[in-house]
């Protein structure tokens, strides 16, 4: 597609309850982020992929956390067992190479609460 | 020392004002730096790469100063859309794969 695809746009869900956010990054783009913001914090990284593979994990706060990504597209960012805590804008951004040369393009993300 | 620090501001400018934003990085070894913008309640956008040599484009211009590891943005002749918030965005290389941002500075054109 033209830009990067997130989906859904705004998702609540109750604590306790799995929640998983999609990425369609821009095609061609090998390498996919996912970041998280909150209110009134910056970006926080947790995770980096290169086709399907994750070489940089180490954003991940917990275990709860995990992602994939396959046929070096779509990916998707998996919370298991939401908390408040985790209520954010979830951001997914794509980019060609690792994005030294020319950033990333960010999707518009998704907006999880956690009630 | 935080890896990307940016005064969060607000600034608030007058339409026509120049105004000029710095972001701090604390790895030395550094290799490429970014302008993002972004509004509220949107994703950041790519504002402009910034070059050893500096770079403009239009009424933006980006520099970076090595020595004392920092890069700066500068808004000539501010207009009312370019109230947002700015992100500065570092690229470490060297085994860190992804931009470090820092958590923006906002800007507030007023009339």
């Known amino acids: 597609g033209a830009g990067v695809s997130q989906s859904p746009s705004n998702k609540v869900t109750e604590k306790g309850k799995d929640v998983e956010l999609r990425c369609d990054p821009i095609?061609?783009?090998?390498?996919l982020y996912w970041y998280r913001q909150s209110l009134g914090q910056g970006l926080e990284f947790l995770i980096y992929?290169?086709?399907?593979?994750?070489?940089?994990k180490s954003g991940l706060p917990s275990d709860r956390f995990s992602a994939e990504r396959t046929g070096g597209s779509v990916s998707t960012l998996t919370i298991q067992r939401t908390q408040q805590e985790d209520s954010a804008v979830y951001l997914c951004?794509?980019?060609?190479?690792?994005?030294?040369?020319?950033?990333?393009?960010f999707g518009s993300g998704t907006r999880l609460t956690v009630v | 020392r935080k890896e990307v620090e940016q005064d969060p501001g607000p600034f608030n400018v007058p339409e026509g004002a120049t105004v000029a934003f710095n972001c701090t990085y604390s790895?030395?070894?550094?290799?490429?730096f970014f302008w993002y913008r972004q509004d509220c309640r949107k994703e950041p956008k790519l504002l402009m790469s910034?070059?050893?040599s500096g770079n403009e484009d239009g009424r933006f211009t980006a520099q970076l100063n090595r020595a004392s590891q920092y890069i700066s943005l500068l808004i000539r002749d501010s207009k009312l859309s370019d109230s947002a918030t700015y992100l500065c965005?570092?690229?470490?290389?060297?085994?860190?794969?992804?931009?470090?941002f820092g958590k923006g500075t906002k800007l507030s054109v007023i009339p």
């Open positions: 951004a794509s980019s060609l190479g690792q994005g030294e040369r020319n950033g990333y393009t």
């Open positions: 095609s061609g783009h090998t390498a």
């Open positions: 992929f290169q086709g399907n593979s994750a070489p940089d």
């Open positions: 790895n030395s070894a550094s290799q490429s």
């Open positions: 910034v070059y050893s």
């Open positions: 965005a570092v690229y470490s290389g060297a085994g860190s794969y992804q931009l470090t």
